[in-house]
């Protein structure tokens, strides 16, 4: 079969996409007979591909696949499903070249105490690893719908487990606090849009804000050198008590470690920053993580399907705070009706503190 230049590239970048997508944990291939493979790509229906029998040293002529692409260029150019059966193929059935390695190739042995610091070489093969997904979780983004990411603990075990406890993070000169006075709006229902909060002297309400800057540096051991990287983390609290400084302390630290740690690669979150990955990274794994997840889904449904039943009256979700959807319920039960915005919300629990004491919304 004779392959032009641009076609020669077009397979290429097909192939460098299919690794990528193996990589990252986005095509699950199954083999459902010698010469006949399903890929499913994300959330989208599987395509089938298949091989002529007795062609597995073809060339790609007797190659086929049922995506789009596939139809409109191949068989001169296969596309990243065949692409990526080819690639997991490769490693389990033939020798791979020293680029591919990664995917097949054991971690070195370490022998003797299990708390050693491993060799260097072992260290990158854990490196070099794609990213589990159980491991990733869900939160809800200011003004977006949900973002990946990964906890601080599940940084600091990955740590532990890669590095043998070889590591440390240091801060970087002093935390740095911002902090101005915010205007507090509530919506008004008349003019359909937010408006100052006023006291009973007319004055325009506000409350204290603010926000904690801290530089910080991770330091790791690799063949006897010690490699820093450092990076800034941040966290914005409402209020002038010493818990909601305490809390944005906190915050900025297991910020800067994860921001710290990502520069490390996929094992510490890397990959959830480019947007194809972000789009279904750790969706589901709720229901897929155990009997223990599976139980507090069956005990705590609420907080499962807040996003979708609970919306204030100004369009806003309601995000996954335990506490906002137990006050946004309670206000429900009460007036009959859904508060008109989260500062409605925040008003009227003010409003009962002396009555009994509810749950308080997040600032």
Known sequence: MHVTQDEDQAHTERTERARAAILAGKFQVTRINPGQWTVKNGDKLPYVVALKPDQEDSN???????????????????????????????????????????????????????????????????????????????????????????????????????????????????????????????????????????????????????????????????DGKMVSHADLGRCIFTGDTPEALDMALAGSVTDCLKRCFRQLGDQFGLSLYDKEIAQSAGVGQSKTSGSASSTRSQTTPKAVTASVSRKYGDGISVNGNLSEQEAFDQFKARTGTAPASKEELRNWLTAQKNVTEPATVAG
């Open 60 to 222: 790609g002529s007797d190659w086929c696949c049922t995506c789009l692409d596939f139809q409109q260029r191949g068989p001169q150019v296969l596309c990243k499903h065949i692409e990526g059966v080819r690639l997991l193929e490769a490693v389990q059935n033939q020798p791979i070249s020293e680029k591919e390695k990664h995917m097949e190739e054991k971690p070195p042995s370490q022998e003797g105490n299990q708390n050693q610091i491993p060799p260097g070489d072992q260290i990158l093969w854990e490196l070099r690893q794609p990213l589990d997904m159980s491991r990733v979780k869900r939160r809800q983004a200011p003004g977006k719908a949900s973002v990946p990411y990964l906890e601080g603990f599940e940084i600091i075990d990955r740590a532990n487990g890669i590095f043998r406890f070889g590591w440390s993070f240091d801060l970087v000169g002093e935390p740095v606090i911002v902090r101005w006075q915010k205007k507090i709006l509530i919506w008004n229902q008349q003019e359909k849009r937010k408006v100052a909060s006023l006291d009973a002297d007319g004055n325009v309400q506000t409350e204290e804000v603010g926000i904690v800057y801290v530089t910080g540096k991770v330091t790791v051991e690799l």
